[in-house]
């Protein structure tokens, strides 16, 4: 049995990212003061993983209008990550930063690290501004996410992050009744 990482504080990393046409260092320190998602996947140049990055890339204004920074993570390079951005027009619509973590250090941190392939599980973390895990999310290689569900589970965290008392039922969206917890809600939902 492993600890969880809900509630846990990320570690700290330093690496390069390809952004925006520039290679760009990122450390921990750059993913506290806002919400953010670190979405790893296996590899680039692969299949499933394009479509969950442009899925995330179709997502990210509104992402970004919730004040949240995505981060996608994959052992491959920097160098790579710019190579694919600069070959796949799905890819090339990226404005996110793309980590290259090519030691596997964030990954493991994560505990996402496959390790006899040196690859990343598909796993998806929302980190809120004091750089505390609220959501993890892994997949198996074969299933791929939905940057719609994660959109919603980050408004979720973000309403109980600022309604103290107030819990998000299942399939919860924004302006949808909450629950507060008490014993009066016991046996009664």
């Not at 690496?15 to 998602?37: C, I, R, S, Y």
């Not at 392939?117 to 959501?135: M, Q, S, W, Y």
């Not at 940057?147 to 949808?176: F, M, N, S």
Request: one cysteine or more; proline letters at 5%; a negative charge.
């Amino acid at each position: 049995m492993t600890q969880s990482i809900i509630n846990s504080t990320i570690k700290p990393f330093k690496a390069t990212a390809f952004h925006n046409g520039a290679f760009v260092d990122v450390t921990e320190q750059d993913l506290l003061g806002k919400w953010a998602v670190v979405f790893f996947y296996p590899a680039d140049f692969t299949f499933v993983c394009p479509t969950e990055l442009g899925d995330m890339a179709d997502h990210y204004e509104q992402l970004q209008a919730m004040g949240v920074e995505v981060y996608s993570v994959s052992t491959d390079t920097h160098f790579t990550h710019k190579a694919w951005h600069s070959s796949s027009d799905t890819i090339g619509k990226i404005t996110y930063p793309m980590i290259g973590d090519p030691t596997g250090a964030i990954t493991r941190n994560f505990g996402v690290m496959i390790e006899d392939d040196g690859l990343a599980l598909r796993g998806t973390f929302v980190i809120n501004p004091e750089g505390e895990v609220k959501v993890a999310e892994i997949h198996d290689l074969g299933i791929g996410r939905s940057a719609a569900e994660l959109l919603r589970k980050i408004q979720a965290a973000q309403y109980v992050a600022t309604h103290d008392g107030e819990v998000c039922p299942a399939k919860w969206q924004p302006g949808e009744a909450t629950l507060a917890p008490s014993i009066d809600l016991v046996g009664k939902i």
